[in-house]
């Protein structure tokens, strides 16, 4: 393989970075987010020749450039080999056929039941062997709209050198994600219920990560969102994994993601960079459709947060869109920098070739929640799959778009259904019963700190439990 990539910030300002040096971090000390100096170029073979190998094989030869020497690649192997046994599917992300030509990938085969453990289960085994190479000790900070905490707390919870607190929206994640988080035992676990909504728990951990003085000597703070650049490399995977099963690369391959924070379909066009033969890139948001505006209608501004019934995708601010718009912005950081210093203050847009650009890459919908519930039902009625919500707006998101009717389309089914019976409920229909390893949740005992939407407040709680 090629030489090992570097990392440098979407801002321009900062030298270039390892595997382990970024997976330590958060954003790059210059406010940017850290990306790869180039992508690996795949020929048509050799994607070809990935064609039997199994998820865990086929998720070695994507990431190993990306992590480069800084993990040796027997430790890298057991390392992912390990994560994805923790999977109740042989498969991993198996393929499910909802009609013509149009798929589910199941990503919530994992311990939490929602994508996020494709990347956490990998990264809080990477973070335990740095940690135990380099004897250091860090202090894990996360906010979280529902899914991302638990994953992040059940992939780093062994790890002895960490402590971990998670900021989650009080009162605005449902209940199973709720339990699913404060009822994780263990002496270096915190949850922090925050009055305030998902955005607030992002701005804080933003603000904790830009000044990191509360902590006591030696200790730094590593990030669990889709900021750290491990969780994107994690989930390039399965886009080739479906892709492949569906023929490509002799056959071009189109995806619908339920998009919040941008991560996840980030990866899909990373994956597309690399030589996947992937087709349309479809961008599903719930009513917080600010990435459905920009690609609709270039207008790139922040709106009210609506609460929804698909509540991992209630962000005001996808912040791994940067990481797109550095591409767009021909990798002058300088000018992107510029450009999100106006973001938030004013009506945004990109110049007309840019924004060409653009739609020439992704489509986008939005999908209200009265439909998210009848593309539900209908669905249930029609095939007898109970879709959660987030995968039903993009079930529905890939319905709404022009499409070549013989490229396959592949919803990304992010997450279980029975995390989210009040959507189904709404539909009409039972929610399913939980998966065996979490039928006791509900009588498991849950343990959190309600905090004031407030920064000093969060890092006063780390620094005296850290
Ligand atoms: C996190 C999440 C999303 C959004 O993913 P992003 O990477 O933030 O775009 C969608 N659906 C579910 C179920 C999630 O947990």
């Not at 669990?224 to 071009?252: C, D, K, T």
């Amino acid at each position: 393989m090629a030489v090992a990539v570097r990392y440098i910030s979407t801002r321009g300002g900062c030298a270039p970075q390892t595997f382990d040096q970024v997976l330590l971090t958060g954003l790059a000390p210059d406010g940017g987010l850290f990306v790869p100096t180039s992508l690996p170029q795949l020929k048509h073979e050799e994607i070809a020749a990935w064609r039997d190998l199994n998820y865990a094989e086929l998720a070695l030869q994507i990431v190993t450039p990306f992590v480069g020497e800084s993990i040796e690649q027997e430790e890298l192997k057991r390392i992912i080999v390990d994560s994805y046994a923790a999977f109740d599917h042989a498969d991993v992300a198996p393929l499910t056929q909802l009609g013509e030509e149009e798929w589910l990938l199941e990503l919530f085969h994992g311990p939490t039941l929602a994508f996020k453990d494709f990347a956490l289960q990998v990264l809080g085994r990477l973070l335990d062997y740095v940690l135990v190479k380099t004897r250091q000790r860090v202090v894990i900070l996360g906010a979280t709209s529902g899914d991302t905490g638990s994953a992040a707390l059940e992939g780093c919870r062994h790890s002895h050198n960490v402590d971990i607190f998670i900021l989650h929206p009080h009162q605005r994640v449902s209940e199973v994600q709720r339990r699913q988080m404060t009822s994780v035992p263990g002496e270096n676990v915190y949850n922090l219920a925050l009055e305030g909504n998902f955005d607030d728990c992002q701005r804080i951990v933003k603000a904790a990560f830009a000044d990191q003085s509360f902590l006591p000597e030696n200790r730094q703070l590593v990030a669990v969102n889709s900021i750290n650049w491990a969780r994107i490399m994690m989930q390039i995977v399965y886009y080739f994994h479906a892709a492949l099963r569906l023929g490509a690369p002799e056959r071009a391959v189109s995806f619908s993601v339920p998009t919040g924070n941008f991560g996840d379909i980030y990866a899909g066009y990373l994956a597309k960079q690399m030589g996947l033969p992937i087709d349309r890139l479809v961008i599903a948001t719930n009513k917080n459709d600010i990435l459905h505006r920009f690609i609709s209608g270039n207008d790139y501004s922040v709106a009210a947060l609506n609460k929804t019934y698909s509540p991992s995708m209630d962000i005001l601010v996808s912040s791994n869109f940067e990481r797109y718009l550095f591409d767009l912005f021909e990798r002058d950081g300088a000018a992107l920098a510029a450009f999100m210093t106006r973001f938030g203050k004013e009506k945004l847009s990109v110049s007309e070739a840019q924004w060409r650009r653009v739609r020439a890459c992704f489509d986008s919908a939005s999908v209200d929640d009265a439909t998210t519930c009848r593309v539900i039902a209908e669905v249930h009625a029609q095939t007898g799959i109970l879709l959660d919500p987030h995968t039903a707006v993009g079930v529905q998101a890939a319905r709404l778009v022009e499409r070549d009717p013989t490229v396959p389309m592949v919803t990304l089914a992010t997450a279980h259904p029975a995390k989210f019976s009040e959507a189904i409920a709404a539909a009409g229909l039972s929610a399913p019963a939980l998966p065996e390893q979490l039928a006791d949740l509900f009588t498991r005992e849950e343990r959190y700190q309600v905090v004031g939407n407030d920064l000093a407040a969060v890092t006063d709680y780390i620094a005296t439990h850290c």
